[in-house]
């Protein structure tokens, strides 16, 4: 019998499940609790396994309960070394002492097992290591690879500057590390749902000119951040309904879009600007409001109305910042 070992941020389960009871009729539930889930699968379940729903954010072979290290050794195979502990639910108090207490103990009975650092590379096999205050570990391996976090517990973590108005800065950063997006000085991106303007302030500071286009405020200091070139934020004052395409540069690198849009609506209103850039257009960051079943159930028809915009790699995560949103990557 083999399992499927996937975690997932607090409170998004029933939508992981609901992808994987659809999709993937071989996966049986098996084991929920908030932040991890596994599934019984009719074939055996390899450390390559497929990502069963864009909610996972760790997705291994599972090897089972452990109450100590030396069980969490004998379950894991020798090659998995890079170590990966982090917890369930990482809100939980205690959860942080957790970890540490798991590191210290798996260390100490067979130190030279795991490589230093926690960063996995390419192809490399992880031990993930999933805590929680007062229960058994669950184990599980996974090869590290594209669409995959190489931090522990699929984090990816970044700095956000006190200034930075909202955590809108650490949404679009963290969209940069998971696809690793070539975002340069001296490139143009627009972004429809700017304000207040963390992603913004994000790009600024990376020397990337960024056209806002939204009818609600730009945070002031925002618009008066210089970056690296000259780079400045301009304002729209409009919707992405309202905003006429001349209004737009003609030239854009990067296509952002954060609003409060169906996603069926947003993807109309961005088919009519889209075209203008498409020869110069690296790559499109997209929130895509999951607010309801019906729009979770949609992502296939969301998916192929981004491929049609002109996009061939067409990516869909769920970042540490999204809420009840997935965050769609498309590059040419
Ligand atoms: C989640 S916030 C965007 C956060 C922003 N990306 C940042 O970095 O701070 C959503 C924004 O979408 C804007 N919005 C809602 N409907 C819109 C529309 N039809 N066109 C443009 N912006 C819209 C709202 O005014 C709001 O500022």
Redesign the pocket.
Known sequence: MSFVLVTCQPGVEAALKDDVARDRPGLRLAFSRPGVVTFKSDDEVSAEVERPSPWARVWARSLGRAVDAEAALAALPADARRLHVFARDPETAGAADAIAAAVAALRAVDDARFAPGVVAEAGELCADVVVAPGEPWLVGVHRHGRGRSPHPGGALPVEVPPDA??R??A??EEAIAWAGLAVAAGQVAV???????????ALVRRGVEVWG????QMDPAVLALVGPGGARVHHLA????SVRWEALPRAVDWL?A????APPVLLH?LARLVPAWRRRLRGAVL?LKMNDVAMRRGVPTWLARVAALGFTDVQLTHLPSNRQELCVIARP
């Open positions: 108005p909202s809108a800065y949404k679009l972004e429809i749902g700017s304000a207040p303007g963390g992603a913004a302030h286009v939204d009818p609600g409009e919707t992405l309904a952002l954060d609003v409060n849009l209103g929130t």
